[in-house]
């Protein structure tokens, strides 16, 4: 990832947050958005915008293989961790990914009211 000086120093405090974030191609090349990664404690006018689009830095044979693959199958390239690794560089974790089907959303969203339902009951008595 293409980060600034406050961005990794926040990310090695541990605030980063991946909820909702996915990868897209701009210009041929993979950025990764809404992905939050905090503003630093100690970042004074130098800090971060939380939620700017990171450029992504892969190989060119990497990114064709992604391009090609969420253009023809339909898939979402989506962000799983972000981590530190032994050389001290911010690594992100990424995945293809199948949306769900119109049956599905409606199967999950049934599964997650009930479960809601169940836990109000449980608090009631």
Known sequence: MQLTGTEIKSIRMGKASLSDSYCLF?????????????????GSYNNHEPYRD????????E?????????EKGLTII?????INDNGY???EIALAK????YDKR?????????????????LT
């Open 26 to 42: 701009k210009e041929n090349e993979l950025w990764v958005t809404n992905m939050r990664i905090s503003a630093y404690d100690q």
């Open 54 to 61: 990171r450029k992504l830095l892969l190989n060119r044979k």
């Open 63 to 71: 990114l064709n293989k992604l391009e090609k693959q969420t253009r």
């Open 79 to 83: 962000a799983l961790r972000v981590f």
């Open 90 to 92: 911010a690594k992100l």
């Open 99 to 102: 949306g769900r089907k119109k």
């Open 107 to 123: 199967e999950a969203i049934k599964k997650k009211d009930m479960k809601r339902d169940m836990e109000r009951l449980g608090k």
